[in-house]
Structures are given as structure tokens and as C-alpha cells.
């Protein structure tokens, strides 16, 4: 099957200024390190890591909100990785993003039908009757009542505010969503309706979803497939099922490890060491694989040579030395 969207080496690197100790020397910040990474139509790929380690930068540069610094992006078999704004303007319909904070993406300024009708009219629509006939439609679709379509943003409630903002992002019928940590700022009662309501537009629309989180239990539940970011770097990408079951890197496992068990009897059972330390700063990365500094079974190889992302025999892409071995 083709990929619906690919990216190879992609690289985002920022400049940042060094200060008065380092003479104002620019010093690279790579967000995102040569990320390799396939998504299939219709499938939910989780994005996992600790914060800071790269996955909204990484999600936002695969549409091209922000700009790549390298590497190839190809959508739907066509590279869009150099195209200028009125090229990318067509498959921009094709690919949008639901942000984190539902409050602060939506301008308080607006009435919702004005934030839900505004893409359709930056690619061309006029405000008549059909654009309000979308808006109805996707304020039906994402179950808020039609009287919404008056109503400003701080009338809502936080997953109210997060169903418009999700109306907004599949106004121009989209086939790819980048969902960036879309439950994290609302409350627990709130985030499971908000994960069914995306699975049920998925199942109707066709959609393709980057569901990237920080709570893998809100992913293992929505992700077809899991990969796990670590300092900017893809370590591990294995089915949802398969690497909740038997992670191969070492960081997904401290990351499986670390999720609450319901049952005070079972915990301990099966469980694995947590990490120890922080995670490395992105200006300043440890040679040889960028895990090795809290690494609980770091080898010497670790320390000087980086581990590429290969297929192991249980069918994980796996980037670890230890997979390597006889």
C-alpha cells in the first residue's frame, strides 16, 4: 500500500544565540535529527516522548507549518518539501492540525461560525449561504447544537472549545490531521469524548491521523501504530499492540514502565527500572546514541557510534546497539 505521507532525513534546526559568555555565537538546536518516518491512509500513528524532546515540532514541520531545515517530505507521492506558498496551497486543503490548547487557537474575537468559515474562505470560498451550510454540517459533525454558530469562544467550556477547533480543522475536508496533544489541556472526563469523537470522524471521514501524546494510555487506545521519540531522534515504531506488550528500546521501555497500574497487586509484577536523570539538552546532545546517559544497559558502543533505526525479528524499527547483538 502507499504511503499517504513519508518523510526521510527530515531536520529541524533552530539558531540560537549563545549569550555574553559564548560571545553571541549562534548554537544549532536540532528539534528535530534526521527523522525517517511512513503513515498509511486511514491509519492513527501515536507520537510519544517525553516533553521537549521534539514531537509537536516534528508533527508541525511535517505540514509544513514550519519549515524544514532538511530532509524530503513527500504527500500522497509528491514531494512538498520545497514547494512555495501558492504550489503548497492545494495540499494544505489536504492536511491540517488540531492544536493543543482549544482557548488559545481560537480567536476570542470571532464568533464560531466566523472560525470554522475562515479556511474556507482563505482558499477561495465566499461567505454565503454554503459556507454556512458547512459550518452547520461540521458543527453537526463534532455534536454541538446549530445555535453555536453565534456563540464566541469563551462561552464554551474547554472540550466544547476543542469540538470547534476540530470543526475548523475539518472544514476543507482534510485527508491528513496532525492531532498535537488534543486532550492534555482538558479535564479526565472530558478527554475520553474527545478521543471517541476523533475516532468516530475518522471511521466516516477517511481521515489519517499523527496523534501525538504524552499519555500512553490515550494513545494505546487511538493509535493503530506507536512511535517513540527521544531528543529529537525516532528510537523505536512498532504496532500499538506489539510494543505495549514487548518494547525493544530500552526508553520505551521506561516509558511503559512508568504508566499507573490500576491494580495495587500487579505493580512491580513485570515492571521494568525507571530512568534515572533528565533528559540531555538538545543544544548540547551526548555522542553516540543520545540514550546512553540514562541507559541502564549502555555499552561502550553506545557511547561513540549512534544505532540506526533497523527491522528487528519481532517486527519493531528499533534504534539500539542492544538489538544489534547476536
Do not use: W
Not at 59 to 80: N, S, Y
Not at 88 to 110: E, H, S, T, V, W
Not at 202 to 213: D, M, S
Amino acid at each position: 500500500m502507499t504511503h499517504l505521507l513519508s518523510a526521510a532525513g527530515l531536520t529541524k534546526t533552530y539558531a540560537i544565540s549563545g549569550g555574553l559568555l559564548l560571545r553571541r555565537q549562534a548554537i544549532a538546536l536540532r528539534a528535530v535529527d534526521g527523522v525517517d518516518l511512513n503513515i498509511m491512509p486511514g491509519e492513527t500513528l501515536g507520537l510519544v516522548g517525553e516533553s521537549g524532546c521534539g514531537k509537536s515540532t516534528l508533527g508541525r514541520t511535517l505540514i509544513r507549518l514550519i519549515e524544514p531545515t532538511g530532509g524530503t517530505i513527500l504527500f500522497d507521492g509528491d514531494d512538498i518539501t520545497s514547494l512555495d506558498m501558492k504550489a503548497m496551497r492545494p495540499k494544505r486543503r489536504a492536511m491540517q492540525i488540531i492544536f493543543q490548547d482549544p482557548y488559545g487557537a481560537l480567536n476570542p474575537r470571532m464568533s464560531v461560525e466566523d472560525i470554522i468559515m475562515e479556511p474556507l474562505v482563505i482558499h477561495g470560498a465566499r461567505a454565503d449561504a454554503a459556507a454556512r451550510a458547512v459550518v452547520a454540517d461540521m458543527l453537526r459533525l463534532v455534536g454541538l447544537p446549530q445555535r453555536a454558530a453565534s456563540r464566541f469562544p469563551h462561552e464554551f467550556s474547554g472540550g466544547q472549545r476543542q469540538r470547534v477547533g476540530i470543526a475548523r480543522a475539518l472544514a476543507l475536508k482534510p485527508r491528513f490531521v496532525v492531532c498535537d496533544e488534543p486532550v492534555s489541556a482538558l479535564d479526565v472526563s472530558v478527554q475520553a469524548q474527545i478521543v471517541n469523537l476523533l475516532q468516530d470522524l475518522q471511521a466516516e471521514l477517511g481521515l489519517t491521523y499523527l496523534f501525538i501524546a504524552h499519555d500512553l494510555s490515550v494513545v494505546k487506545h487511538i493509535s493503530d501504530r506507536v512511535a517513540v521519540m527521544y531528543l529529537g531522534k525516532i528510537v523505536e515504531i512498532a504496532e500499538k499492540r506489539a510494543i505495549y506488550a514487548s518494547p525493544q528500546h530500552p526508553y520505551t521501555q521506561a516509558l511503559i514502565a512508568a504508566v499507573p497500574v490500576l491494580r495495587p497487586q500487579d505493580r512491580g509484577r513485570g515492571r521494568r527500572a525507571r530512568l534515572a536523570g533528565d533528559i540531555p539538552s538538545a543544544l548540547n546532545p551526548p555522542t553516540g546514541c543520545r540514550f546512553h546517559t540514562r541507559c541502564p544497559h549502555v555499552m561502550p558502543i553506545c557511547r561513540t557510534q549512534e544505532p540506526q533505526l533497523r527491522t528487528t525479528a519481532a517486527g519493531h524499527q528499533v534504534a539500539c546497539h542492544l538489538t544489534e547483538r547476536p
